[in-house]
């Protein structure tokens, strides 16, 4: 499927600073699916907003962005559709470019850590999400979106990993939490400010938008009450490209389908221009 | 109707602390029906939520609770109803057991109500709502979930009911609170911390959803901008259960099918979870 | 998940001559997923149907039907759910009672048929749906329910699978119809009297429901215009019953949340119910 | 509340031929609610059909029709809102008119029966729906939208009721009709046609939108697949007019906001168009 | 806005035997809006039908078709866009190539007639549709989707179009008809069979999807019940294009927003693709 | 159509102080139409609020407003519904009463700004809007909703204009205002307090309901995460009327189909009964 490019990501590959692409499934969705429309939806409606940010005052229209299309991934078994996200993510890192991927379920993120980790082995996640997704397997399956982060620190291991906005998990993914695996700030992005980093160190920046609140952001599959606003959330997305290395990004978890306003698929294009802008900031100046 | 139960609500009733019974009846509500499948949706959905809550660092999965299923009420005429709300409110309260009652629209807490003030006459009720229920009658019906909380009044007396959030009402309504028969405090929940009742004194809460801001609840039958947050209501019902003598509570107004992304459900099963936990933890402390 | 039984079927399994099953999954749909849903919805909606057949004179109240709930399957990869459910079939059959399969998507037939197969190794197969599911595979995988009665062709050989209502499919799908491997009847049902098999001849029935018009059935994930009406499908299912010797069966991809007017989930509800009077019929008689 | 008219029936009171009344309640419903707002959406939409008919070619514009508005029912207790319409319908009828009534629920229905049987003794009733509506009670209650046609044989005795398109019941109430209390065809209108009463037999059209297939008409509590047509529906509808005496008549058990699509209403727009034009076609030639 | 194309029309221009261009205005639309969302939503729900048609035995992949994407059409006053849709067809047209309009409201029509009419003064029209579309002017507006066959009528001239299906409009514009300006035939298409024509009279084809039963297609601004049938519409086109020299055609008025079950647009998706078949058919024999 | 009014706005013409009319035009709307259908929404869904006001302890049953109901506007070329508009508000102003002007879409504001400025000539905006609605032109229509404050002050040039939570612009409007052609305050309302006119300078009021954020008003066509909250802009209404001299004002690009909940009406409802309070407070006292 020839699917349209994200507003003004119309660069040609090899010029470009970032490149968009599309990871569509939805497969182990544990609860409502339909995920895998978020990324069709999100370059469709992109059109509905400005290319200029007030927030940044930097426009769209001045940077070098790619939008490589959707992968075509078969559902059901998530192995080899991991295993595309991982090329292309691979492909995109090695020609010196910053990975944008968006899903889909928050699975597909696990195909994007294993490039960068393997190209950056010192590599730190920074993880936005309403849920822990530490478990070790849901019903007996280890490759589930409700499962992604703790797959995610069988590669890179303890302290690698910190998780803002958590307010959903079992009582075993608390205690991996208590038990220091992972770096949580439950319910708020509040203490984000005071992370820091060895200069240079690469981070992976993963931002399940259900960490907004279902007010703010209802087309989602798993919604919970209690979570952060759109404004601080991009304050903190922000913060996390202007203080930090980022070498790769996703964001994951818009099911439009389930939000008939449309306001959650707008909400994702203004955050995706965002990230985007401050992506690509750092090579402008 | 053989329904599922609320998760992890699947103990005994001999055994049970506190017991969850539905009253899917919403026959007189005056604007928009729907109520009445809120019981449902919520014992469906709540299978989506977890049983640990991080708020109270508790597992519903360590307490004993007892889903009794929904009444099977008649719609028309609300009397039959009403008696039956109240019989199986006076089966939990005799077996020395918490009522968790699930509406269902406003009107069912008056069968409770009556349950619970004979069996402790000097009962008090706290009563978060957007909407006063304070009216004699709507069209000509003393029996309306408009005038609910003025038919608990015909039971209590003056000075017996705590409202709160209340920012819709006729004036005569208005001039009926600032005639001191019930104590009201518009618009939000700020002065609850500072009220207090003679020890032991025995409490009704009763929940009308609505209270909250429509973004956050928007299926509910009757929305009124301006209302609390659900971080508010979360922390208000948990300071209820803390300070108070909690004898019996219930949750109404969810109109699920008015809310087609599902989070109005998820929530009120996220707050019937913590509320239940609460509700619990005298006795397992 | 307890979920709710379907209407009268409250026999226990012992005594039952029917047993429902649910098979929830949807993790390889192609399209828009949501069949999940599908088997609560039935049971859910069944309430509002009545246990009477003014087709058939008859009343589920009579007959000994066991609703042995949801399978608990886990999504993604779908080997192991179906491998647990042709362990439910097996169970049903060898216990000598009719196992009434409720999809979920197509594919979940194939692990029913894999049961039905082993036990009458001479089994035939009618075949009732939109799409001819005759893909050898979809994107690379051979486990799609794009490819379902392909697989069932590999267990069963040339000759054994009739198809009627097809009106979609790739040109190597009807190039391979057209080569006998199965036999197929485009757009309609209307050979399906003059079909016919040796006496006893064991019949896997199964019904994707969108071989109905989307008019009727809007609530399943690949619509196709131009279908049949629930008449001639109620028709022609029961026909199956009552001239062959139907071993097991399945109405599968009901897709509730696409249609949120209620009404595909009310057809479903009542053709199950006609489709359990008649496969209980013989043994009533 | 000062309703829309309904399109082109803006003649006063005393010059009018027919009068339209709309009767929003909706509190006995036994499944889900409302068809309170039909009468709403029939006025508000039908602005956006033509007054033209090409089926009897007659213009509305050239008829003397008012719309009295909608009743303002109290919801809750049916008795009282019954004797409203009771009363209404007894106004109309008494001033030499043609009374219309539009539902709200299939039970206010009642409410005109016993105004016309009041003014002709020798009523007969013609009954379209999907539904037998015949029960004795339903969960205890007599005055409820599943007996309105058993409360209006109560008034009207054997005989004198006959029903067309009932595709669901109980078996108590397919024994009714098997016993002879009413005369009933099921599933179809086919045999209207040959129906005949002495001349100038007084008769009370009732129409149950439900009668039509939920393909055409969705917007409907209680959806039975297996329908009839508009075509049919209008046929059987103008021949009603044009060879009974009709005295006052009634559609009921539009739902709206079942069916976002909209179409509903504006069938129920038209067929009214249509039945105004057969009921004040005598008078105009 | 840089949309996919149409499924298989991935042909360069110069190659392509068959055009397709879309039209998203809708801005004249006297009900529901929302016709403007008809071409992206063709384009985007194509990829969920097949390329083969079991109808034609047939194969997209076989044909050469461009899909030219969607005009830039400003909203509000209608002369621009309607201008610069004739200029595409005119272009289509100068190449000696099929114009395929996507619309959009009925008025994009006069655009795509107006470039036909110039090049082929001996056009006929075609036109199937539930509203006669022969106002002289909507509440003073000449150009409209009211007026739009009145606009052809104004260039063409009495006896050159042909209208079928027609089911709705004013006492003025079955005068219109009446007086034998066009020749149309209310309800049905029946007669379609017996229309003859002059050997390679150029024909234009428009159809207003709203042909259709509202229950095959209900989302369409104008809903009029009684519509016909996909097969019927589908045996009509394919009929045109066997027996008529078709030398410009389009579908129009497919509102998707007005159907959340999405089977309106992939009928649009599937009819779009048999006329394309049908009309490069000549070609490919 | 004889629309119904809006709650107690029931008083005569010549009795009233301010007088309620509708503009249900969105021909320019460029993203997703239906603010058409504001103006109805809003008076049909008053009847579901009070008519007493808890925030200004004041009841509309006790002012004389009339609703003049909405103008029959022609869809497509704006310039005629402009003119009516206009003339309509011209007529208001003349009768020394104030406008209250429904929306339509933004753009309907032009015509009641023409009217004022003409009789106030020294005529300031204060303007609450998500869209800064200052382009030249969009696809080379100057009349067009995103044009509509430069198309005001094309009328009262500089420094006349002071807009309040303006969150999306193209780089030319933020240049126009940095110019200071108008003053801007980007994302809140916070400074409007500080705001201050010479006394009795004339103030129309224009208040874009999208202004809100989407969680709170997602009934609109054009969503922009990050807006002001309910209460923040009930507090800036007030303020404004309070403070300064309202000449007239309009609440616009109220699209109720985009929110199935209903509750972005409800609110518009809510606004309007406190702005009409507010704007007839100063006749009362």
Redesign the interface.
């Known amino acids: 499927?020839?699917?349209?490019?994200f507003i003004s990501a119309?660069c040609g590959f090899d010029e470009a600073d970032a490149v968009v692409f599309g990871a569509p499934y939805?497969?182990?969705?544990?609860?409502?699916?339909?995920a895998?429309f978020g990324t069709?939806a999100i370059r469709?409606e992109s059109?509905?907003?400005?290319?200029?940010s007030?927030y940044q005052?930097a426009?769209l229209a001045d940077r070098r962005i790619h939008d490589a299309g959707d992968l075509?991934?078969?559902?059901?078994?998530?192995?080899?559709p991991l295993a595309m996200i991982e090329s292309e993510a691979a492909r995109i890192l090695d020609a010196g470019k910053m990975p944008a991927l968006l899903g889909g379920e928050h699975l597909v993120t696990l195909g994007a850590v294993r490039a960068a980790a393997e190209r950056h082995p010192d590599l730190r996640i920074i993880h936005f999400d309403a849920h822990a997704d530490l478990r070790q397997d849901?019903?007996?399956?280890a490759?589930?979106h409700a499962c992604v982060i703790r797959r995610c620190h069988d590669i890179l291991g303890d302290g690698r990993i910190w998780q803002f906005g958590?307010?959903?998990?079992?009582?075993e993914e608390?205690d991996f939490m208590a038990a220091g695996h992972v770096v949580t700030e439950?319910?708020t992005l509040a203490t984000l400010p005071s992370l820091s980093f060895p200069e240079n160190t690469p981070v992976y920046l993963t931002v399940d938008l259900d960490v907004l609140?279902?007010?703010?952001f209802?087309?989602t599959g798993?919604?919970?009450?209690?979570g952060v606003a759109?404004?601080q959330l991009?304050s903190a997305v922000l913060d996390v490209f202007r203080r930090f290395r980022v070498v790769a990004f996703d964001f994951v978890e818009l099911a439009p389908?389930?939000?008939?306003?449309?306001?959650s698929t707008?909400?994702a294009c203004?955050?995706l221009r965002e990230a985007l802008l401050a992506a690509t900031a750092r090579r402008v100046a």
């Open positions: 499927m020839n699917a349209v490019n119309d939805d497969s182990t969705t544990s609860f409502r699916p339909g895998r069709a469709m059109f509905g907003i400005e290319t200029y007030p005052r426009d075509e991934l078969p559902f059901g078994d998530p192995a080899r849901y019903l007996g399956n490759l589930s958590i307010r959903s998990g079992t009582r608390f439950p319910f609140d279902p007010s703010e209802p087309g798993t919604q919970e009450a209690g759109f404004q991009l389908h389930l939000d008939p306003s449309g306001r707008a909400l203004k955050i």
